[in-house]
């Protein structure tokens, strides 16, 4: 009982903090209305707030001041909803720094993709990966396009290595190999589409 009074406390000084609220002046004196809480969900490993936005309070404020909500929240917040009723999810747990490879764990999940790269894991445990054959065109990054030609190791200290490679004087900075593996690479893709 007194956990979540403390739990809704604590959303409604978020909401303060991130200007979330709606001003009521009546004669000489000021209200604030917050968005109205629902329910609130403490578990060990996250705490959900449910929620509604009162009419007039911008719902676009939650991800403008979603920077004030991780100061006051934590900084593993996941929001969800649209319009007017929204959910706060705060996971007590940060992703790990570090994570093993096992290629049984992930395969169920990259099978049915034709260039597979697996990112990581979300903060639920699932695998992220990207499928690189959907997404290579010019807008590949200098970064993918070293990763799709082999190299092991790419440095990523440079802010070239995130623009696209139209943008870095289309293949210039790469080697002659990787050029090659790319360019035919794409040119397999466009006989496709």
């Known amino acids: 009982m007194f956990e979540k009074l403390k739990l809704r406390g604590q959303l409604i000084k978020a909401f303060r903090t991130a200007e979330i609220y709606r001003v009521v002046k009546r004669g000489d004196r000021t209200s604030y209305l917050f968005p109205k809480?629902?329910?609130i969900d403490h578990h060990h490993t996250y705490t959900?707030?449910?929620f509604s936005l009162l009419n007039g309070?911008?719902?676009e404020l939650l991800t403008k001041k979603r920077w004030a909500l991780r100061q006051v929240l934590g900084s593993n917040i996941e929001i969800n909803g649209?319009?007017?009723n929204f959910s706060i999810t705060v996971h007590h747990k940060n992703l790990p720094k570090m994570l093993e490879y096992n290629y049984g764990a992930i395969h169920h999940h990259i099978k049915?993709?034709?260039l597979p790269v697996c990112i990581g894991q979300d903060i639920y445990g699932n695998p992220v990966s990207w499928d690189f054959a959907d997404n290579v065109d010019v807008h590949m990054t200098y970064f993918e396009v070293k990763i799709l030609a082999g190299e092991k190791?790419?440095?990523i200290l440079d802010s070239y290595c995130w623009q696209p490679i139209?943008?870095?004087n289309h293949l210039t900075m790469l080697f002659e190999d990787e050029r090659e593996?790319?360019?035919n690479y794409i040119k397999k893709r466009k006989q496709f589409i």
């Open 153 to 155: 190791k790419v440095q």
């Open 112 to 114: 049915k993709m034709e």
């Open 48 to 50: 959900r707030y449910a």
């Open 37 to 39: 809480i629902h329910q």
């Open 82 to 84: 649209s319009l007017k």
């Open 166 to 168: 139209s943008k870095i």
């Open 57 to 59: 309070i911008d719902p």
């Open 181 to 183: 593996v790319v360019l």
